[in-house]
């Protein structure tokens, strides 16, 4: 006899379920890296944009003044007081040919950043000043009410810059104003900024046929990553950790080529303190970029370059390398070159060392 009642539907066991899960799971384990390399690339090109449009906006400038802008020149916060002190960074003096035309016109360049009349322009973010990869480079700092002479009513904030100039081998540390180490003013100061072997110089204006190491061989900027450094560190000392946009403060807008790109990755823990961890992680280029950072040269081009380019020795017992030479300056060294051998990371870095450096070499 022939059973009419409705078949049984059979439904998923928990087995085939638990296979299903584990094969989706395995899937997306597959997957996920291959969207986040995608996204980083993306982020990556994004950087590269951004400096290409600075190299660009650098080399405007060149044509119309005749050099390259200074890193920084000082200047006044009042009218009788403060006569000698933080001027300016080089993006100031370009903002007219990255599309920045009201905001070079806001600032008054009679004075220098701290004076009042120029509190608003550090109050404006640039997004062309932004790696898309440095989480970090959004967040603003809010400035003490004494940061400011005649400082006007209400907050301000300083904006930061994941992108910096370059002074050359080693730091040029000019603290340019009254009080303190202020003697270091006037003809130190000036010096010492000589001996700066890079294109961005303070108090000093690059022409492009000083670069006679070819500006296709020679740095102009690179990136400066904020990320590296904790919410706690920048709080402690943000005008070290701010990397304000406009400030010309070598802390800010520059790097130096003492150690190579994400130096911080290899040498943090490794080198005598505080020096050798103020320099990897302050001064040298980085970024967030896996596996180096993007350098935009002065000619135009940027072009990625690997955090094991070959780089000169550094002797761990003093931070510094090999061979240079350092003339103390009010408890600061002033460098030289000495019997130091410059690597090819340094030799990128000189707008005039007369090496000679093969493209397949980094």
């Not at 810059?161 to 603290?175: A, D, I, T």
Request: charged share 15%; hydrophobic share 40%; with cysteine.
């Amino acid at each position: 006899m022939l059973n009419d009642s409705p078949s049984t539907r059979r439904g998923f066991t928990l087995i085939e379920l638990l296979v299903v899960i584990a094969i989706i799971a395995v899937l997306i384990a597959l997957l996920l890296p291959a969207v986040q390399s995608a996204r980083e690339a993306a982020r990556r090109a994004q950087c590269v944009n951004n400096l290409k449009q600075l190299a660009l906006a650098a080399n405007n400038y060149e044509s119309a003044f005749g050099s390259l802008p200074p890193a920084m020149l000082t200047n006044r916060i009042g009218t009788t007081t403060h006569s000698n002190h933080i001027g300016p960074s080089a993006f100031v003096y370009m903002a007219p040919y990255y599309e920045q035309s009201a905001l070079a016109n806001s600032y008054n360049f009679d004075m220098a950043i701290f004076a009042g009349a120029n509190a608003t322009v550090g109050n404006i973010a640039l997004s062309a000043l932004w790696c898309p990869s440095d989480g970090a480079i959004n967040k603003a700092q809010l400035l003490d009410a004494d940061w400011y002479l005649d400082q006007p009513p209400g907050d301000f904030y300083n904006h930061a810059s994941s992108y910096v100039g370059c002074e050359g081998m080693w730091p040029v540390r000019l603290r340019p104003w009254i009080g303190g180490g202020a003697q270091k003013n006037g003809a130190i100061s000036t010096t010492e900024s000589r001996t700066a072997n890079g294109v961005m110089r303070s108090k000093h204006a690059t022409r492009l046929a000083e670069v006679t190491d070819g500006t296709s061989n020679t740095f102009l900027f690179s990136e400066h990553a904020k990320a590296i450094f904790s919410d706690a560190t920048i709080q402690l000392d943000p005008w070290t950790f701010g990397f304000y946009w406009q400030s010309g403060y070598y802390t800010n807008t520059l790097f130096d080529a003492m150690y190579p790109p994400n130096a911080h990755r290899k040498y943090a823990g490794n080198l005598a303190y505080p020096s050798g961890w103020w320099y990897v992680t302050v001064q040298a280029a980085s970024s967030m970029h896996p596996g180096g950072a993007n350098f935009a040269f002065c000619d135009g081009s940027v072009r990625f370059v690997k955090e094991t380019i070959q780089s000169w020795a550094i002797d761990p017992s003093t931070s510094d390398p090999v061979g240079i030479a350092i003339n103390p300056v009010e408890g600061y060294p002033m460098y030289s070159l000495g019997a130091a051998q410059p690597g090819v990371y340094q030799a990128l870095s000189s707008r005039a060392g007369g090496e000679v450096v093969s493209a397949d070499s980094y």
